[in-house]
């Protein structure tokens, strides 16, 4: 599934490599690396094999799961297309509570004492899908795993999940996707280097 799943990102031209003009994350790294998985839901064959790769994990090892949690906004499709194969009510997270109306968080399917699997497209530092989650237990929701398509991997994140509580899980990450370009030629040997050497100063 790791290596499948790298196929699919790179098929779709989900990763993007700039070594010379490095990519800044929403957490302020700068990264030779960016991961678009937006693009997957503008391909259909890419995105039906990815919700059927995330309902795969969810039955197997979450049966027990009554609600797919999506985060806002890049989850949301993919917990849409999860919780129709798997016939689950569904909902999605909001960045932060609503300034109007009843000032929600979380929008959709009731999760109060339902155990929730929550979806997210990337896991970088882990910050984001961590807040989203805990808005969920904070609503009541008994959160059974954060399952991302794809992470790369670095060590904050491992951290922070750890610290948190909460158990992540991904389809892929970036040594499967190195992999992948990798046997197919389509990433110099420089350029893994590049990418390889980011992930390890990151580790320091």
């Not at 961590?130 to 951290?159: H, M, N, R, S």
Request: charge should be negative; aromatic fraction near 6%.
């Amino acid at each position: 599934m790791e290596l499948r799943t790298a196929e699919i990102l790179l098929d779709v031209g989900a990763v993007e490599l700039s070594p010379e003009a490095p990519f800044t994350w929403a957490s302020g790294i700068e990264s030779p690396i960016y991961c678009d998985n937006r693009k997957i839901i503008g391909d259909i064959k890419a995105r039906n094999e990815i919700a059927d790769a995330f309902a795969s994990v969810i039955r197997e090892h979450m049966p027990e799961a009554e609600v797919i949690a999506g985060t806002s906004t890049a989850g949301i499709p993919h917990a849409a297309f999860v919780s129709e194969r798997l016939q689950l009510p569904m909902c999605y997270v909001r960045g932060s509570k609503k300034k109007h109306g009843k000032g929600n968080q979380i929008e959709g399917a009731d999760i109060s004492g339902k155990k929730v699997v929550l979806i997210e497209d990337l896991i970088s530092t882990g910050g984001s899908s961590i807040e989203a989650a805990e808005a969920l237990k904070e609503g009541g929701a008994d959160v059974l795993k954060v399952i991302g398509i794809f992470t790369y991997g670095l060590p904050q994140a491992t951290e922070a999940f750890n610290q948190s509580g909460f158990t992540l899980y991904t389809l892929s990450n970036l040594d499967a996707l190195v992999k992948v370009s990798a046997n197919r030629g389509t990433l110099s040997d420089g350029q893994q280097k590049t990418i390889m050497d980011f992930k390890t100063s990151l580790s320091k």
